[in-house]
Nanobody
Framework: VHLVESGGGLVQPGGSLRLSCVSS?????MGWYRRGPGERNELVAL????????KYGDSVQGRFTISKNNAKDTIYLQMNSLGLEDTAEYYC?????????WGQGIQVTVSS
């Protein structure tokens, strides 16, 4: 399975970005984790590619929205009201059966 992430970059505090992750094949669930400087992996958001149920990390609830396009095996992460604390490497995650797949990561930097 090959996951391709895009959409990261530099944004000012209060700004928005949209991340995308394309899978090379259909997955059961996909999502995003992140790791800030000197921090552990943190759940950002997950989505079931079947029913569409979602789960968010506490720190992004209400600011980030995860969505999907099954026809394109793609998920999106709309990130609004970005703060300095959202600076991190963001990793796409995709699960099918017992197999967990990871993207290479994409940097999001929030800075003035």
């Amino acid at each position: 399975v090959h996951l391709v992430e895009s959409g990261g970059g530099l944004v000012q505090p209060g700004g928005s970005l949209r991340l995308s992750c394309v899978s090379s094949e259909p997955m059961e669930a996909m999502g995003w984790y992140r790791r800030g400087p000197g921090e552990r992996n943190e759940l950002v958001a997950l989505i079931s590619m079947g029913g569409g149920s979602t789960k968010y990390g506490d720190s992004v609830q209400g600011r980030f929205t995860i969505s999907k396009n099954n026809a394109k095996d793609t998920i999106y992460l709309q990130m609004n009201s970005l703060g300095l604390e959202d600076t991190a490497e963001y990793y796409c995650n995709a699960v099918v059966g017992l197999k967990i797949n990871w993207g290479q990561g994409i940097q999001v930097t929030v800075s003035s």
